[in-house]
């Protein structure tokens, strides 16, 4: 006999697949810019680049979405919707016309990093270069400034992301 699940443990499911694939992500991330280090490769030389034009093929995806780019509401409901609230515990602290504050209580990709015994140092080096991903992303709405706070790859206990409306 087959058990019946709730909507919300189908929802927890769905959550945990989904930092599962991107704990996969993290995995193969770190273990081909570890190999690239072995072999005389600096991280920094390559990785933020590629993971900046990744963040340039989002942003425009999500800038063709919306009917006006200039508007930093439309924005949030394109940046940070659906599902990926719940992976990363976003908390919104801030959304108006002006300014679009999250802050993540969870990253699965730190969380990846840690199991594979990644240094504190390597781990935050991680983070900023995935980040170069959300700073590609942002570069696709000039009208926005992006900036980055505090992070869990830093030991805070959230991730500050932050949008705000150029002046």
């Keep these: 006999m087959s058990k019946t699940y709730t909507q919300q443990e189908h929802a927890e499911a769905l959550v945990d697949e ?3 694939a991107i704990e996969h992500r993290a995995t193969w991330m770190y273990l081909l810019l570890k190999e690239a ?3 005389g490769l600096d991280w920094d030389d390559f990785a933020r680049e590629a993971v900046r034009k990744t963040g340039y093929l989002h942003g425009q ?4 979405k919306m009917k006006d780019p200039a508007s930093l509401e439309e924005f949030a409901s394109v940046f940070a919707a659906g599902t990926s609230r719940k992976v990363f515990e ?3 602290v801030a959304a108006d016309g002006d300014r679009y504050h ?3 209580h969870y990253c699965p990709l730190v969380s990846a990093w ?3 015994g990644a240094s504190p140092q390597e781990i935050e080096q991680l983070c900023d270069i995935a980040m170069d991903g959300d700073r590609g992303i942002a570069e696709q709405f000039p009208e926005f400034e992006f900036s980055l706070g505090e992070t869990i790859a ?5 991730c500050q992301i932050r949008f705000d409306v150029k002046k």
Excluded at 61 to 64: L, P, Q, S
Excluded at 154 to 158: A, E, N, R
């Design 102 to 104: 999250l802050d993540f």
């Design 37 to 39: 280090r072995e072999r």
């Design 90 to 92: 976003m908390e919104v």
């Design 18 to 20: 989904i930092r599962k």
């Design 61 to 64: 995806a999500k800038r063709e």
């Design 154 to 158: 830093q030991g805070k206990p959230v």
């Design 114 to 116: 840690q199991k594979l």
